[in-house]
T-cell receptor, first 116, second 113 residues
Framework: DTEVTQTPKHLVMGMTNKKSLKCEQHMGHRAMYWYKQKAKKPPELMFVYSYEKLSINESVPSRFSPECPNSSLLNLHLHALQPEDSALYLC???????????????FGPGTRLTVL | AQKVTQAQTEISVVEKEDVTLDCVYETRDTTYYLFWYKQPPSGELVFLIRRNSFDEQNEISGRYSWNFQKSTSSFNFTITASQVVDSAVYFCALNTGFQKLVFGTGTRLLVSP
C-alpha cells in the first residue's frame, strides 16, 4: 500500500495567521519530504527528514517550520506567510536506508494553500 | 550539475492515438535513477516507473512503454491507444543520490474524445 495522506486538502489563511499542514505515511519509510509547487511548474524541494532528523533545508524562509514528531508523521508549520507563498504543498516519503539513497519517492495528494 | 529537459510543453491528441513524451537528461554521474510521474488535475504525483542507469532494457506496462537510451541520454515514454483518463501533466525526473529529485518542467497531455 503506497499511500501518503495529507490534511487539509485546501487551506485559506491570512498573512497574520498560524496554521499547520500534516502528512502521514504507514509504509515504514524512513525519509519524508516537503515540496512546494507553483502553477505550471515542477515541484521544488523544501525540506527532507531522514530518520526523524532534518537532513536537507533548501534555504526555505523561516516562516515555514517543519517538524517530524515520529517516523510516520511530518508537519509544516506556517506563520506570517505572504501571498506569493500560495501554492500546492506536497509531502512525499521514501524507504531510504542511507542519505545517498535514490529510492522512489511516493507523494501525497497535496494541500492547496491560498494566502490572502 | 544535473538537468532534465522536457521540450514538449503541451501535446494534444485524440483518443486512441499513440503519443510519445520526450525526456533528455544531463549528469556526469555513472550511477543514477530516472523516474516518470503523472500529475492529474487533482494534484497528486503518481509514480509510474523507476529505472537505473545500468538497465537499458525497454519496459512495457499495459499501454505504457519506456525507451531508455544512454547513448542519447533519453528516457522517453509512450502511451499506446491513449484515453481521456491519460490527460495529465507528466514529469520526468533524475536522482543521482542524496534524496534529491531533479524534475523536468513537465509535459501537459490533453486527450480529447
Amino acid at each position: 500500500d503506497t499511500e501518503v495522506t495529507q490534511t487539509p486538502k485546501h487551506l485559506v489563511m491570512g498573512m497574520t495567521n498560524k496554521k499547520s499542514l500534516k502528512c502521514e505515511q504507514h509504509m515504514g519509510h524512513r525519509a519524508m519530504y516537503w515540496y512546494k509547487q507553483k502553477a505550471k511548474k515542477p515541484p521544488e524541494l523544501m525540506f527532507v527528514y531522514s530518520y526523524e532528523k532534518l537532513s536537507i533545508n533548501e534555504s526555505v524562509p523561516s516562516r515555514f517550520s517543519p517538524e517530524c514528531p515520529n517516523s510516520s508523521l511530518l508537519n509544516l508549520h506556517l506563520h506570517a506567510l505572504q501571498p506569493e507563498d500560495s501554492a500546492l504543498y506536497l509531502c512525499a516519503s521514501s524507504q531510504d536506508e542511507t542519505s545517498e539513497s535514490t529510492d522512489t519517492q511516493y507523494f501525497g495528494p497535496g494541500t492547496r494553500l491560498t494566502v490572502l | 550539475a544535473q538537468k532534465v529537459t522536457q521540450a514538449q510543453t503541451e501535446i494534444s491528441v485524440v483518443e486512441k492515438e499513440d503519443v510519445t513524451l520526450d525526456c533528455v537528461y544531463e549528469t556526469r554521474d555513472t550511477t543514477y535513477y530516472l523516474f516518470w510521474y503523472k500529475q492529474p488535475p487533482s494534484g497528486e504525483l503518481v509514480f509510474l516507473i523507476r529505472r537505473n542507469s545500468f538497465d537499458e532494457q525497454n519496459e512495457i506496462s499495459g499501454r505504457y512503454s519506456w525507451n531508455f537510451q544512454k547513448s542519447t541520454s533519453s528516457f522517453n515514454f509512450t502511451i499506446t491507444a491513449s484515453q481521456v483518463v491519460d490527460s495529465a501533466v507528466y514529469f520526468c525526473a533524475l536522482n543521482t543520490g542524496f534524496q534529491k529529485l531533479v524534475f523536468g518542467t513537465g509535459t501537459r497531455l490533453l486527450v480529447s474524445p
